[in-house]
């Protein structure tokens, strides 16, 4: 299995900080290609590229003026970096200060990569820059909540595509929130319509406005997620797999990721390991403390 590094917020310096920064070419120094998951978002800012991230098994190239937003627990590789340049935002989830980008901070399943809108461009820039400077502050000038403030200022302008999805389905976000809590202990579409008041049909055409997928379906891909997660990252046995998933035993749970990947967890476990000789230690990740 490959060896996943488990990352804890620290910003450097030991300042009581719930935001750091850091250039593309500091992350470059400090990173092996290795495979971690962090407890912390991770907000990238590329301004040139070409380089890739991979986010939970789904690659994202890093190009001209797009932005990518890690959330913590996603297990994530940085790949080909050496020539991208840009910044990285690192900050806690009750970082952001207004409701709006509080909310979207807690918002589960926020993976996402996305162009920066050329009219957009002017005040993510400024917001940025402001931002980089006042977390680089020296240590006398160092107010803890400017950059707290100036992080709000930016994700409100860089538009995540999660905003949207927010502010137009808010049916399907009650929906999320309660998948990404119990979806361990209830795999069921119907217990979330009960959950949540609305009949399934109700439910599930909302969740097919958003996504395109119906509760149902909603609700297998997060299940799946987390056993690939479990099974390529962590090592497990399909027996236990089935124990932290809410299966009754291991044989329930592979027909249920057979049914819904084509292959059995052994299988899917087996072609997801690296490749002889990717077995090196794992960078430190910046900002972070691995465990």
Request: proline share 9%.
């Amino acid at each position: 299995m490959s060896v996943i590094r488990q990352l804890t917020y620290q910003p450097a310096g030991c300042r009581a900080a719930a935001v750091e920064t850091m250039t593309f070419e500091r992350l470059g120094e400090l990173n092996d290609g290795g495979t971690q998951r962090a407890d912390f978002h991770v907000l990238a800012l590329v301004d040139a590229g070409p380089g890739s991230v991979t986010v939970d098994f789904l690659r994202h190239p890093l190009e001209d003026r797009f932005a990518v937003w890690i959330p913590p627990g996603a297990v994530h590789r940085w790949d080909d970096i050496a020539g991208v340049t840009g910044h990285l935002v690192l900050f806690v989830p009750g970082a952001p200060v207004t409701r709006a980008t509080r909310e979207l901070a807690a918002s589960p399943d926020l993976a996402a990569h996305w162009p920066i809108p050329e009219a957009d461009r002017p005040f993510v820039d400024a917001a940025r820059d402001h931002l980089f400077l006042e977390t680089n502050a020296p240590p006398g000038d160092f107010d803890p909540e400017l950059p707290q403030i100036l992080l709000s200022a930016l994700v409100a302008r860089l538009r995540p595509p999660h905003a949207a999805v927010r502010s137009t389905h808010p049916v399907f976000q009650l929906f999320r929130t309660s998948v990404e809590a119990h979806f361990r202990d209830h795999h069921d579409a119907g217990y979330y319509a009960r959950a949540l008041g609305y009949s399934p049909r109700t439910l599930s055409r909302a969740v097919q406005r958003a996504t395109g997928r119906t509760a149902k379906a909603y609700v297998v891909d997060r299940i799946v997620l987390e056993a690939k997660r479990l099974l390529a990252h962590d090592g497990l046995t399909a027996a236990r797999c089935a124990d932290f998933l809410g299966f009754p035993d291991a044989s329930n749970f592979s027909v249920f990721f057979r049914n819904a990947t084509g292959m059995r967890p052994g299988a899917w476990q087996a072609a997801a390991s690296p490749s002889p000789g990717d077995d090196s230690p794992r960078a430190r990740a910046p900002g972070a403390r691995g465990e």
